[in-house]
């Protein structure tokens, strides 16, 4: 009988979102920052790296803006993501996302990044240094060189301090779950401590530093968020796809445009649901991505793509490493149909094309138009569905 041997350690995520943005004057992490929530980018980021499951720590308070946050964020498939409500002190919050990756099947010999969800640029390279180093410490930290003076302030005055051999710590931190559950456990007063470096080296652990990045900035107040655009956008250039689809009228079958259910006698002839507008969507985002087409990527031979959700499918484009290069800024899409009436739904297509494309609504527009009874199309014979999509993307 074949035997099964130990699971091989995964590697998972805490992101610490349960702060009160006091400097900030409002929750920074759901602020807009080149288009999306801040946190949207962070998650995206700590995924640059095979992360298979993620907590993201926050506010009870902000749990539902939180969890739109996860959907609106463009993260691979593998990735599991779960929320927990964080504590009253950082260190606290740290071991409430820690006690759920041990509840949802992490394993004492996972490793896991802990990271500031205000830290959103940190980058692929960071994030492998820190991995290469997992086996030199018990927890591996990232560090840059202080190169401003330093003064200590007092009520008399200040004084000047030693710069020398003064660096700044960063995150994500790297550690075995294990070692940061001892590290609670054995620790009389986590409370005090700054950070899980600081939590596992009061026990006698051995924290290994590997450089940082000084772009790898933690946004604290607004003049921050600045920095970030301005960064983000640097390595970027605007780019345009197009999208178009068209489907016959077939009966028995149910209207589906834009995610929304269309009231109709009739439905649209495809293997999935026929969404044409959402498969305009997709082709206009691929093309954005130079990724090809949805022909390629969901072929009509493939039986299990046969009546599927295309809401699901576009889940799948999103999640695609070329597709997550990309920072999707509006969507414009047009409709061709003489049949049925559709300015009713205009408006919810909008938001669900929305929400799939982790946009605002204002970022989408759709129209309809018919097309003067000319061709098939005029005669009612079908819709076409053109959709021009504008990005950004790296490299």
Same mark, same amino acid.
């Given at each position: 009988?074949?035997?099964?041997?130990?699971?091989?350690?995964?590697?998972?995520?805490?992101?610490?979102?349960?702060?009160? &943005?006091?400097?900030?004057?409002?929750?920074?992490?759901?602020?807009?920052?080149?288009?999306?929530?801040?946190?949207?980018?962070?998650?995206?980021?700590?995924?640059?790296? @095979?992360?298979?499951?993620?907590?993201?720590?926050?506010?009870?308070?902000?749990?539902?803006?939180?969890?739109?946050?996860?959907?609106?964020?463009?993260? =691979?498939?593998?990735?599991?993501?779960?929320?927990?409500?964080?504590? @009253?002190?950082?260190?606290? &919050?740290? #071991?409430?996302?820690?006690?759920?990756?041990?509840?949802?099947?992490?394993? $004492?010999?996972?490793?896991?990044?802990?990271?500031?969800?205000?830290? =959103?640029?940190?980058?692929?390279? %960071?994030?492998?240094?820190?991995?290469?180093?997992?086996?030199?410490?018990?927890?591996?930290?990232? /560090?840059?060189? /202080?190169?401003?003076?330093?003064?200590?302030?007092?009520?008399?005055?200040? *004084?000047?301090?030693?710069?020398?051999?003064?660096?700044?710590?960063?995150? =994500?931190?790297?550690?075995?779950?294990?070692?940061?559950?001892?590290?609670?456990?054995?620790?009389?007063?986590?409370?005090?401590?700054?950070?899980?470096?600081?939590?596992?080296?009061?026990?006698?652990?051995? !924290?290994?530093? !590997?450089?940082?990045?000084?772009?790898?900035?933690?946004?604290?107040?607004?003049?921050?968020?600045?920095?970030?655009?301005?960064?983000?956008?640097?390595?970027?250039?605007?780019?345009?796809?197009?999208?178009?689809?068209?489907?016959?009228?077939?009966?028995?079958?149910?209207?589906?445009?834009?995610?929304?259910?269309?009231?109709?006698? +009739?439905? %649209?002839?495809?293997?999935?649901?026929?969404?044409?507008?959402? *498969?305009?969507?997709?082709?206009?985002?691929?093309?954005?991505?130079?990724?090809?087409?949805?022909?390629?990527? #969901?072929?009509? &031979? $493939?039986?299990?793509?046969?009546?599927?959700?295309?809401?699901?499918?576009?889940?799948? !484009?999103?999640?695609?490493?070329?597709?997550?290069?990309?920072?999707?800024?509006?969507?414009?899409?047009?409709?061709?149909?003489?049949?049925?009436?559709?300015?009713?739904?205009?408006?919810?297509?909008?938001?669900?094309?929305?929400? +799939?494309?982790?946009?605002?609504? &204002? $970022?989408?527009?759709?129209?309809?138009?018919?097309?003067?009874?000319?061709?098939?199309?005029?005669?009612?014979?079908?819709?076409?569905?053109?959709?021009?999509?504008?990005?950004?993307?790296?490299?």
């Amino acid at each position: 009988m074949k035997t099964t041997g130990p699971r091989q350690p995964s590697l998972a995520a805490i992101v610490v979102a349960a702060g009160d &943005s006091t400097r900030f004057g409002r929750n920074k992490l759901l602020t807009p920052v080149a288009g999306r929530p801040l946190i949207c980018t962070t998650l995206q980021a700590v995924c640059q790296v @095979p992360v298979r499951r993620l907590v993201l720590v926050c506010r009870e308070q902000d749990r539902a803006k939180m969890a739109k946050c996860v959907a609106q964020a463009a993260l =691979p498939l593998r990735v599991r993501v779960l929320l927990a409500s964080g504590g @009253p002190t950082r260190t606290a &919050s740290v #071991f409430r996302g820690l006690e759920t990756l041990a509840d949802n099947g992490a394993s $004492d010999q996972d490793w896991i990044l802990i990271h500031d969800g205000a830290r =959103p640029l940190v980058c692929r390279a %960071l994030l492998k240094r820190i991995l290469a180093a997992r086996d030199m410490g018990d927890i591996v930290v990232p /560090v840059i060189p /202080v190169t401003d003076s330093l003064r200590r302030a007092s009520a008399g005055g200040s *004084h000047v301090l030693d710069r020398r051999g003064v660096v700044a710590v960063q995150t =994500p931190q790297l550690c075995q779950l294990a070692t940061l559950r001892s590290a609670y456990l054995n620790c009389a007063d986590s409370t005090s401590l700054g950070d899980e470096a600081a939590l596992i080296e009061s026990i006698g652990g051995r !924290v290994a530093s !590997v450089e940082g990045d000084a772009q790898n900035v933690k946004v604290t107040v607004p003049g921050d968020t600045r920095i970030v655009e301005t960064a983000f956008t640097a390595g970027t250039r605007t780019v345009v796809g197009f999208g178009y689809d068209v489907h016959r009228f077939a009966a028995g079958r149910p209207l589906i445009l834009g995610g929304i259910r269309i009231a109709s006698d +009739l439905g %649209l002839e495809g293997t999935s649901d026929a969404d044409a507008v959402l *498969h305009a969507v997709m082709d206009a985002v691929l093309g954005c991505a130079g990724a090809g087409d949805i022909g390629g990527m #969901f072929p009509s &031979s $493939d039986k299990q793509f046969l009546g599927i959700n295309s809401a699901v499918l576009l889940e799948h !484009v999103m999640a695609d490493r070329r597709v997550r290069r990309l920072r999707i800024v509006s969507a414009d899409i047009t409709i061709v149909a003489e049949k049925p009436r559709l300015r009713n739904y205009q408006v919810p297509m909008q938001r669900r094309v929305a929400r +799939l494309l982790g946009l605002r609504s &204002s $970022d989408v527009d759709v129209k309809v138009t018919g097309n003067d009874t000319i061709g098939w199309i005029g005669r009612g014979e079908g819709i076409a569905t053109l959709c021009v999509v504008t990005a950004l993307r790296r490299g």
